[in-house]
């Protein structure tokens, strides 16, 4: 199974974007979800993560409060919201699922299905 992301574009500080990733197979009910970005040359980071019920969340620092995510059963989708864009959130950003056991990890080693990745860039 992959993760199919969309969503993503160009768009100038302040604005927003809905990052939208599907799997390609199957459902992903007991998987946890998580967003991850990644500029050129750096570590891929860890933006936003959910449970796989979806009843807790998690954030790093810079985007709480800008940033959310969830998760929609039905339409077997989930989503990252993002408000109040910076231009250094400009990045790659790549859907992720896990088997996590009820957390959220904030590493990608903890995550076995991921996307292509979308490019989000944010122009000051």
């Known amino acids: 199974v992959q993760l199919i992301e969309s969503g993503g574009g160009l768009v100038q500080a302040g604005g927003s974007l809905r990052l939208n990733c599907t799997p390609s197979e199957r459902t992903l009910d007991y998987y946890a979800m998580a967003w991850f970005r990644q500029v050129l040359g750096q570590e891929r980071e860890f933006v936003a993560g959910i449970s796989s019920r979806g009843d807790r969340t998690n954030y790093r620092d810079s985007v709480k409060g800008r940033f959310t995510i969830s998760r929609d059963g039905i339409k077997n989708t989930a989503y990252l919201q993002m408000n109040s864009l910076k231009p250094e959130d400009t990045a790659i950003y790549y859907c992720?699922?896990?088997?996590?056991?009820?957390?959220?990890?904030?590493?990608?080693?903890?995550?076995?299905?991921w996307g292509q990745g979308t490019q989000v860039t944010v122009s000051s």
């Open positions: 992720s699922a896990g088997m996590t056991y009820g957390t959220i990890p904030q590493t990608p080693r903890n995550y076995n299905i």
